[in-house]
């Protein structure tokens, strides 16, 4: 099952630009975690934010929770062409022994 | 480098057929796996989490009979798709988690083509 949605579906930019993807989810969680999956590939750990944090960043990443209306962001700034890929959050539950349930994705596009 | 390994990377067979895809882990030990699936362009789907010597827990939904899982050993998960047909065509993909911690190690994934 999904927990929930990630907004757009699919987003265009050129280089340079900023990237923000949008995940909403339904569930009280432990943790949200965004990975990256490049075309036909595994999965690649970017970040995770615990359920009591409301931002993180990480290189050009940053990462805002708000979990009053279960919702995450994930920017990227300063977007390079090697950043095209598709980008999922993922919801860690209490008690759950590290099952993860995953949003829809992003499929970001970063044009030369 | 690579933590988790799948093999095969892909794999067709024909309808009816058994298939049987193997995930380790790298350099440590995990006592629990994931395995999922996904559609072209959809997300990932968990299947069931596969628990060394013990039974596998199944999604709703996920046919166990079909889906055999198995975790002989503290690197290794082993998924069958038991009878395959052309609507078992997918990507396979599998996890681990990283010791004391939420985050998962995923392996590259696994081709299913079932013509």
């Known amino acids: 099952s999904q927990q929930g949605e990630e907004d757009p579906q699919a987003l265009s930019i050129q280089e340079g630009e900023n990237a923000t993807m949008n995940c909403s989810y339904k569930?009280?969680?432990?943790?949200l975690q965004w990975y990256r999956q490049n075309s036909g590939r595994g999965l690649v750990h970017l970040i995770l934010i615990r359920s009591n944090e409301r931002e993180k960043h990480s290189g050009r990443l940053r990462v805002t929770l708000d979990t009053s209306k279960k919702s995450s962001s994930l920017l990227i700034t300063a977007s390079r062409a090697a950043d095209t890929a598709s980008y999922f959050c993922?919801?860690?539950?209490?008690?759950?022994?590290?099952?993860?349930?995953f949003g829809a994705g992003t499929r970001l596009a970063v044009h030369p | 480098g690579a933590v988790v390994s799948q093999h095969p990377s892909w794999v067709i067979c024909k309808s009816g057929t058994s298939v049987k895809i193997e995930c380790r882990s790298l350099?440590?030990?995990?006592?629990?796996m994931f395995w999922y699936r996904q559609f072209p362009k959809q997300s990932l789907m968990l299947m069931a989490t596969?628990?060394?010597?013990?039974?596998?827990?199944?999604e709703q939904g996920v046919e166990k009979d079909k889906f055999l899982i198995n975790h002989a050993s503290l690197t290794l998960s082993t998924l069958t798709v038991t009878s395959a047909h052309p609507e078992d065509s997918s990507f396979y993909i599998c996890s681990a988690p990283r010791q004391s911690s939420y985050e998962q190690y995923f392996g590259p994934g696994t081709r299913l083509t079932v013509t």
């Open positions: 596969s628990n060394e010597g013990s039974k596998a827990t199944y």
């Open positions: 350099d440590f030990q995990a006592t629990t």
């Open positions: 993922a919801t860690a539950l209490f008690g759950g022994y590290n099952k993860l349930i």
């Open positions: 569930t009280s969680i432990n943790n």
